[in-house]
């Protein structure tokens, strides 16, 4: 049940609050003086243009969180408005990020180019192994391939018979195809995918470990076929 809906029985209020952050940045858990904690964190890193932070927010504060205390709600705290929303988790990194632009900045650029860099080499190395999946692998080996022998506690062993025959039929009718054309290749493994949507909710037993691989099995044929752009719907048919 939709725990904002009401019933006969049942009225749910929802209520949301607006949550202003601080640009206090503190080395451990101490309570800042009251005008330290009032003043509003106007964020101008990067492609900020000095706005700022305060989102509306419909959860409670995580359990992590420490109590500071309270401070007396003024008018003009009330007049504060804001037309973003967001979550707690995001609102942590906003102060963090704007105090390293303004004391630390170029040790943050350093650090943002080196992990731009991993992104590029990540990127890389990708497009070498599917280039090496095309030169050595073929529709004629995933027939031989035998597919999640990894899967072998007995919760999994009553998924995997049915997924290994899933991947396989999926793999025998992309090979007898007499073209592989984009439409067909995408025909047969929406279906594929549909399949393990059954499965699962008549036998739930995909968990995340089990998701990848299918979705890796899944991939690998695409690629295969020479279809790529078909990764990504992949994840729009799946319930998984």
Known sequence: MDPTESTASKKVISAMVLVISSPWVGAEAKRPADEEIRKVLVLNHHSWKNKPEASWICEPPPVNFLFAGNLQVTEEDEAFDSAAYGDWESLCVQPLKQWRWDHDRESLLLEEAAERQKTIERGRIFAEKRAEILRTTTLDSLLKRRWFDK??????????????????????????????????????????????????????????THAEDIFEALELIVIVTRQPDLISAIDEWRDW
């Open 151 to 208: 899967w072998d506690s007995e919760r999994e062993i009553t998924g995997r018979d049915e997924s290994q025959r899933l991947i396989t039929e999926l793999v025998h009718t992309l090979h007898s195809a007499p073209k592989l054309s984009k439409a067909v290749v995408r025909r047969h493994l929406r279906s594929c995918v549909e399949a393990f949507n059954r499965l699962d909710a008549v036998n739930p037993f995909i968990q995340t």
